[in-house]
């Protein structure tokens, strides 16, 4: 899980974010091309497959006794809904139905397996692009010393990670995946336009990654402006104790 970075012994917010802009400015510094395509997931944790999770369990060796524990802690479960007026005191209450998919959240289990089963994507979009993952936030990292061989390069890993969430029955949000052209003085931005299912990938200035904003230019000024009023606020709060 190398390139996990929740729910793993030593690892951070801060490990996530340092290797997205260590490997920028490293790039950058060898006067590479440089991108980042910036996912967005629909309650990942809620539509993992049991029987996928449960083949996938089988072929990192998760077999015998084991496995029928962790099948038996996944299956079996089952859920409805009531919905009461308070003004009439009628209660309306749904059917029983059986859950096939999700991971148990708020337990030790849950997001072990959540990870079990994201643990082969970095396999399908590399080497074309470095994945960093902090749970289900997911971005692509994308470079290369052939500005002209740039677009393909993110359109082939759009479609590579569509793929993979496709086949594992995870939905990506295309109203919020965008992506980022880091400037490099010394080499001109080509025009990229990233599109997937016939929808234009939006290229953004700046973006929000696990908390911090993110702009084209390094430059932290976004992160600043966003950070000063909060510090405003609790200075604020502070004084009034």
Known sequence: MANQYRFQKGQTTDDAIFKLINEILESLNNKMKTDSIFCDLQKAFNTVKHNLLLDKLQYYGIKGKAKTLLESYLRGRYQRVQITNESSNINTISNWTTITQGVPQGSILGPLLFLIYINDLPKAVEPTAIPIMFADDTSLFIKSLNTSQLPSGLNTAICKINKWFQDNLITL?????????????????????????????????????????????????????????????????????
Do not use: R
């Open 173 to 241: 949000n295309l109203n919020k995946v965008y992506f980022i052209q880091f400037i490099n003085k010394s080499i001109d931005n080509p025009d990229i336009q990233i599109k997937l299912k016939n929808k234009q990938i939006e290229p953004v200035k700046k973006t929000k990654f696990l908390g911090l904003i993110i702009d084209d230019k390094l430059s932290w000024k976004g992160h600043i402006n966003y950070v000063i009023p909060k510090l405003s606020s609790a200075c604020y709060v502070m004084n009034t104790v």
